[in-house]
Every structure is written in C-alpha cells, then in structure tokens.
C-alpha cells in the first residue's frame, strides 16, 4: 500500500477503485469489442505495420514503468523515427517545443486522424486497466523523455508532478475531458495533482460522464 493511497483518497483510492475498474472494464470490453474489431481491420487494410502502437513505456504509478496499448494511428514506427530520422530533426523539436503533442503531424495515417479525434485509439487501454497498470480515470501517463524535458522548461512543476504519480494514470481524466491536447504540461499536471488530491468516487462519476461528450466532439485532439 502507497502512502499516496493513505493519503489521498481514502478506502476508495485503496480498494473501491479498484473493484470499479474491473468491473466497469469488463463491461466496455463486451461493449467496444465491435469498434475494436473494425478499428484493427481499418488498420491493417490502409497501412503497413501492426494493429498496436509500437510507443515507448509510460511512466505509472510510483514511477514505474509500463507498457500502453494503444491502435496504431501512425505510420510504422513512427516514434523511433521521430527520434532517430535525420528528416524528422524539426519536426521532433517542434514536438518537444508544444508540449509532446503534434497538429497536422504528417507520421499520422488517415485511418488515424480519424481514430485519434475519437478517442478510439485509446480503447486497447482497457487491457492496461484490468492488468493493473492503469485506472479508467487518473493522470495523465507520461513518457520518460517528456518528463525531462518539461521539468527543465517548468521546474516548478515537480511538485505537481510528484502527486500526479501517487496513483496510476487513467485512460480518461480531469485533463482529459476539460481540455485535452489544448492544455499545455504546465497547466496539464496541475490539473492532474488537483484530480489526485480530490479523488473520490463522485469526482471519478463526473469524470466518466463527460468522457463521452469529449470523445464524441473531438475537441482539442490531435
């Protein structure tokens, strides 16, 4: 047990959430399997490479590392090339320059944009929610290079940083349906320490009642 979880939250940070994150998993398992379905087929019908997303570890919970399910949106390979493709040069310094998120990024396939203005590229999360390593709502989960990065821009904002990893990161959460990609990390994990210091079964209701309208809108998605 966290002395985050002892601090924040309470028995339902400790063992509710939990129990509501299985449950609540295995029924959008049941509901999503149809879009998940035609979503994989779309992929590998339009473009060369695996259904999933071959992205780096997230950082979780305590800092530790895991891997994130996602539908692949981009091109094979896309964030080693980003990194490592001489042609990319600018267009990696630009993504680290607006905060790890990319508009008209041309590594996206057009079966991508459309998944990603919907969400639906995030619904392979699920998996990570029943394995443990993530929640239906909490944080944001960060790469390790995004961390650096942005604590040498915003060092002020390791505090809230500190808070964001006393619990695992959501698929969904306060960031998530207020503003999306429209947030910059500044604000972003603020927004993400004020989730975890309030986090309680309501505020987690709130938040997945509102997801939908944020998929179903598209707002601030990139």
Known sequence: MSKGNLIYGGLYARTTKRVVDILLSLVLTVFFLPVSL???????LCSDGPVFADTPERVGK?????????????IKNAHQLLRTDPKFKELYETYKKSSYKLYNDPRVTPVGRFIRKYSLDEVP???????????????????????????????????????AL??????T?????????????DKRIKMDAEYVRNISLWYDIKIIFKTPWAMLSGRGAV
């Open 125 to 163: 999360q699920i998996l990570n929610v029943l394995k443990g390593d993530m929640s239906l709502v909490g944080p944001r989960a960060y790469y390790p290079d995004e961390i650096k990065e942005q604590l040498a821009k915003h060092p002020e904002a390791k505090k809230y940083l500190e808070t």
């Open 38 to 44: 035609a979503v994989a087929f779309l992929i590998k």
């Open 166 to 171: 006393k619990v695992k990161p959501g698929i």
């Open 62 to 74: 305590d800092s530790r590392s895991f891997k994130m399910y996602k539908f692949r949106s981009m």
């Open 173 to 185: 959460g306060y960031w998530q349906v207020y503003g999306r990609s429209e947030v910059h990390f």
